[in-house]
């Protein structure tokens, strides 16, 4: 298969997918979000047994992080998606731009349970729509996708999600004086970011080298240095 082919085949996944339940809240601008999914797919053997009438049901979390202003100069990573998620996630990039700064968003996947049933997934998903509105669940979401690029459509609803918050996110953090450029060309939110972590490093709640991950993505670590060796220092006592 040439990457081409390949990649036609993530396109494909991708247009495939239906975000079925939509979560009822936008994502939170200043802490994390929590979304629980259910996606439903037809078996890949599907196509080949005529007789066969089963749904395969994926449940897991998704954690949205709190959103970032970032810049090209910053780098960042998902966690817990495979190759065939991360080249979905390059054709986005490509397509609005790699060096495009705004607002950045991280998220971790948490698969939980994989059943496959016996009934077809219109039933499926009429009995989990009655059961997440008899929980009255706001964060709960169903998607259908495709059996052997589901995590493809689990980012897909992801890109989507995110599409829907970004202006509710921006106008928060705007009237909050969090969208404009500090000096050395970082963010005054990303600064406020890191006065958070010196705070935590100094109480013992994060590991110095995470404050240290974060300066050396914004190219600061000469400029905190001398307080970054302070806590770490005062820490040791």
Same mark, same amino acid.
């Given at each position: 298969?040439?990457?081409?082919?390949?990649?036609?085949?993530?396109?494909?996944?991708?247009?495939?997918?239906?975000?079925?339940?939509?979560?009822?809240?936008?994502?939170?601008?200043?802490?994390?979000?929590?979304?629980?999914?259910?996606?439903?797919?037809e078996p890949v053997?599907?196509?080949?047994?005529?007789?066969?009438?089963?749904?395969?049901?994926?449940?897991?979390?998704? %954690?949205?992080?709190?959103?970032?202003?970032?810049?090209?100069?910053?780098?960042?990573?998902?966690?817990?998606?495979?190759?065939?998620?991360?080249?979905?996630?390059?054709?986005?990039?490509?397509?609005?731009?790699?060096?495009?700064?705004?607002?950045?968003?991280?998220? !971790?996947?948490?698969?939980?349970?994989?059943?496959?049933?016996?009934?077809?997934?219109?039933?499926?998903?009429?009995?989990?729509?009655?059961?997440?509105?008899? !929980?009255?669940?706001?964060?709960?979401?169903?998607?259908?996708?495709?059996?052997?690029?589901?995590?493809?459509?689990?980012? !897909?609803?992801?890109?989507?999600?995110?599409?829907?918050?970004?202006?509710?996110?921006?106008?928060?953090?705007?009237?909050?004086?969090?969208?404009?450029?500090?000096?050395?060309? %970082?963010?005054?939110?990303?600064?406020?970011? %890191?006065?958070?972590?010196?705070?935590?490093?100094?109480?013992?709640?994060?590991?110095?080298?995470?404050?240290?991950?974060?300066?050396?993505?914004?190219?600061?670590?000469?400029?905190?240095?001398?307080?970054?060796?302070?806590?770490?220092k005062r820490g040791? !006592?």
């Amino acid at each position: 298969m040439t990457i081409d082919d390949y990649d036609e085949r993530v396109e494909q996944a991708a247009r495939h997918t239906e975000i079925l339940r939509h979560p009822r809240q936008h994502l939170s601008t200043f802490g994390i979000t929590n979304i629980y999914y259910y996606l439903i797919t037809e078996p890949v053997y599907s196509d080949l047994v005529d007789s066969a009438n089963e749904t395969v049901i994926r449940e897991g979390r998704v %954690i949205a992080e709190r959103p970032k202003i970032v810049t090209p100069y910053y780098l960042t990573h998902l966690e817990g998606f495979s190759y065939d998620a991360r080249r979905y996630f390059d054709m986005l990039l490509r397509m609005h731009g790699p060096d495009t700064p705004g607002l950045f968003y991280t998220y !971790k996947n948490e698969p939980k349970e994989l059943n496959i049933v016996s009934d077809s997934w219109q039933l499926v998903i009429e009995k989990l729509n009655k059961q997440i509105d008899e !929980k009255g669940d706001p964060m709960t979401s169903i998607i259908k996708g495709q059996d052997d690029l589901w995590d493809v459509s689990l980012l !897909k609803f992801i890109y989507e999600i995110t599409s829907r918050s970004l202006q509710s996110n921006i106008a928060q953090l705007g009237s909050r004086g969090l969208l404009g450029m500090s000096h050395g060309g %970082i963010p005054v939110e990303a600064r406020q970011r %890191i006065e958070e972590l010196f705070d935590k490093v100094a109480q013992g709640e994060v590991p110095a080298h995470e404050l240290e991950e974060e300066l050396n993505r914004w190219g600061a670590f000469h400029e905190y240095q001398d307080r970054f060796f302070d806590v770490v220092k005062r820490g040791k !006592k």
